[in-house]
């Protein structure tokens, strides 16, 4: 399958945790979360570059954490001290030889 397929979204409190998946297999050179607020640019969230060092919004740092399991070709996103700012539709997203492919998206939706 070369689109990732994302998990783990959903509605939580402010302060509160959510922790998301994605599963892409196949060659990959990068991986990351991306999100998308209404009415607001695609952003990027957290990701990994091809050297595997990380990289993380600013507004991020210190709250979210981006991981892998490379035995179960899965990134997650650890999203701790969630904001009410952080709601967004997130997005996995695979840097591949031959392209790049988005997940269908997660809601992850947080309330004040």
């Known amino acids: 399958q070369v689109q990732p397929v994302e998990s783990g979204g959903g509605l939580v409190q402010a302060g509160g945790s959510l922790r998301l998946s994605c599963v892409a297999s196949?060659?990959?050179?990068?991986m990351g979360w991306y999100r998308q607020a209404p009415g607001k640019q695609r952003e990027l969230v957290a990701r990994?570059?091809?050297?595997?060092?990380?990289i993380y919004l600013e507004s991020v740092k210190g709250r979210f954490t981006i991981s892998r399991d490379n035995a179960k070709n899965t990134v997650y996103l650890q999203m701790n001290s969630l904001k009410p700012e952080d709601t967004a539709v997130y997005y996995c997203?695979?840097?591949?030889?031959?392209?790049?492919?988005w997940g269908q998206g997660t809601q992850v939706t947080v309330s004040s």
């Open positions: 990994f570059t091809s050297g595997g060092t990380t």
């Open positions: 997203y695979v840097l591949r030889p031959f392209g790049d492919y």
């Open positions: 196949g060659s990959i050179l990068s």
